[in-house]
Nanobody, 113 residues
């Protein structure tokens, strides 16, 4: 499975961005997918996760602001980010879990205050 994340960029605080993650390869084996982020000097952390059936889980810091979704038919994973804050600045990675775990290359989100 190969994952390609896109959609990052520079946005002002309060703005919105939508991240996308295109998956290719043996998609039938993928169960959970998710978005993680890593800010400078910090560990990578879970932002949001979604099961194949659509059950979601969010970090407390993004609840009510971010929405994760997936389109299994199109092999796509999305993260809609609203009301962005400076502390959301990080490299965002998509992740897919099958028998193995796969990571995308990351996309940088910078929120200016």
């Amino acid at each position: 499975v190969q994952l390609q994340a896109s959609g990052g960029g520079l946005v002002q605080a309060g703005g919105s961005l939508r991240l996308s993650c295109a998956a290719s390869g043996s998609m039938f084996s993928i169960n959970d997918m998710g978005w993680y982020r890593q800010a400078p000097g910090k560990q990578r952390e879970l932002v949001a996760a979604i099961t194949r059936g659509g059950r979601t889980n969010y970090a407390d810091s993004v609840k009510g602001r971010f929405t994760i979704s997936r389109d299994n038919a199109k092999n796509m994973l999305y993260l809609q980010m609203n009301s962005l804050k400076a502390e959301d600045t990080a490299v965002y990675y998509c992740k897919a879990v099958a028998i193995l775990t796969f990571w995308g290359q990351g996309t940088l989100v910078t929120v200016s205050s």
